[in-house]
């Protein structure tokens, strides 16, 4: 359950996380906090949202599964990069201006996956501050997938490397 009070993750550090960019949509986050329920992968919100930000919010599309997933609060993405400079763990942002094809990238145990606004993506600050971008190549008279979708397949492919690792 989402403790509106808690400001950095206790996860461990080699887990997954996927971090959602001062979301717009309640049900494309639900659907997000779902998806990382079932693959075992944890939650950051970073504030402010395009909503407000409470468990009622999410359990139409999150329905009983937010009860199975880490989510931490972040009230700013400086907030954020605080949090992450101190457990030292990389940033890698999902972007349709990103140079490197997800499935191409080497994932690492513990690393951010960040996912922008539906509406805007993200400011210059938060691509500067990536360690990599990440993109998911599409038609190019096509504009965008449905950011739930996006995170879902990248996690997947980050799941997926870091399963072989294991073997």
Not at 76 to 96: D, N, P
Not at 115 to 128: K, L, T, Y
């Amino acid at each position: 359950m989402m403790n509106p009070d808690r400001l950095s993750s206790a996860a461990p550090a080699g887990r997954l996380t996927l971090a959602l960019y001062q979301p717009d949509i309640p049900q494309n986050a639900g659907t997000m906090f779902r998806t990382c329920a079932c693959l075992g992968v944890d939650v950051a919100v970073i504030e402010p949202a395009g909503f407000p930000v409470s468990d009622r919010n999410f359990r139409r599309a999150g329905m009983d599964y937010l009860d199975q997933v880490p989510i931490d609060r972040h009230v700013s993405f400086t907030a954020f990069e605080g949090w992450r400079a101190e457990a030292g763990r990389r940033l890698v942002l999902l972007t349709t201006k990103g140079a490197v094809d997800y499935r191409d990238f080497s994932y690492l145990p513990g690393d951010i996956l960040l996912v922008g606004r539906e509406s805007a993506g993200v400011p210059d600050q938060v691509h500067d501050a990536a360690n990599a971008r990440v993109v998911i190549p599409i038609r190019a008279e096509l504009r965008s997938l449905n950011v739930a979708v996006a995170a879902a397949m990248v996690m997947g492919e980050a799941l997926r490397q870091l399963g072989k690792e294991k073997e």
